[in-house]
């Protein structure tokens, strides 16, 4: 059996915009993420995902990340 609040407390949801797609179905996105450690607010972190669809450049998506607080 699993602890599914283990689990659930194991990702974050950050909001991010999409920056441009590759051909193999990876996107690029700016994601905004709160800088609790420096104290700079809201900052812009890259990353990539995979997706198998297209999507356009601008459309605001909400990306699960690994939480780093545990």
């Known amino acids: 059996m699993y602890d599914e609040k283990k689990i ?3 990702r974050d949801s950050v909001r991010g915009v999409v920056t441009g797609q590759n051909k ?4 690029y996105i700016d ?3 709160e ?3 420096a104290n700079k607010g809201i ?4 990353a ?6 297209r999507v356009s450049r601008g459309t605001w998506v909400l990306c699960t990340i690994k939480s780093t607080n545990h």
């Open 35 to 37: 800088d609790e450690d």
């Open 43 to 46: 900052v812009t972190i890259p």
């Open 8 to 10: 659930i407390n194991l």
């Open 24 to 27: 193999g179905g990876g996107l």
């Open 48 to 53: 990539f995902g995979y997706w198998c669809g």
């Open 31 to 33: 994601m905004k993420i």
